[in-house]
T-cell receptor, first 114, second 115 residues
């Protein structure tokens, strides 16, 4: 079974620009969660989508948004990029039900904002 | 508010030694889940275990074992007979409520296994 894929793997953007990251979950998984990892703040939860609906959201400004498509693929968008948005962005896929929870993480997208 | 503390920032042990990674959590919920993840140098997070708050049984999986103690709000992870491939950053995490889709991570413990 193919794992979680994230594209692109690396990205360099300039302050003020916007960026879209993509995550394709494992086939059959309906839940996709996004996390930001930085040296200073560690791993922080951004949001989770299940069947095209946002089920939960972390404490991030409105510049961070996401969506999920009918095939469970998810995108995350960051508008008006700031230097502090430089991070590794990880997505995790899971069945999203109580019976099957284990989260499988993708390799991440490393975003550098200059 | 929920919180996960991994007091050990970095640990180094010689191969074949046993090592325990500590995790202390705070939560007001009676229903919650605890996790351990491994992040090798490649960066990808690897799920190791998920334990719900009603199951205090210790778990063993090969060289890995976990000790969950609600009385001390701890969920410690032990690697027996460590190997160089165990070198990684290990994260303990917590999610509250009946749905474990919002996970709060500890800061991680960087483990070095020296040959």
């Amino acid at each position: 079974k193919a794992g979680v894929t994230q594209t692109p793997r690396y990205l360099i953007k300039t302050r003020g620009q916007q960026v879209t990251l993509s995550c394709s979950p494992i086939s059959g998984h309906r839940s996709v969660s996004w996390y930001q990892q930085t040296p200073g703040q560690g791993l922080q939860f951004l949001f989770e989508y299940f069947s095209e609906t946002q089920r939960n959201k972390g404490n991030f400004p409105g510049r961070f948004s996401g969506r999920q498509f009918s095939n469970s693929r998810s995108e995350m968008n960051v508008s008006t990029l700031e230097l502090g948005d430089s991070a590794l962005y990880l997505c995790a896929s899971s069945p999203g039900t109580l019976e099957g929870y284990e989260q499988y993480f993708g390799p991440g997208t490393r975003l550098t904002v200059t | 508010a929920q919180k996960v503390t991994q007091a050990q920032t970095e640990i180094s042990v010689v191969e074949k030694e046993d090592v325990t990674l500590d995790c202390v959590y705070e939560t007001r919920d009676t229903t919650y889940y605890l996790f351990w993840y491994k992040q090798p140098p490649s960066g990808e997070l690897v799920f190791l275990i998920r334990r719900n708050s009603f199951d205090e049984q210790n778990e063993i999986s090969g060289r890995y074992s976990w000790n969950f103690q609600k009385s001390t709000s701890s969920f410690n992870f032990t690697i027996t007979a460590s190997q160089v491939v165990d070198s990684a950053v290990y994260f303990c995490a917590l999610s509250e409520g009946s749905r474990d889709d919002k996970i709060i991570f500890g800061k991680g413990t960087r483990l070095h296994i020296l040959p």
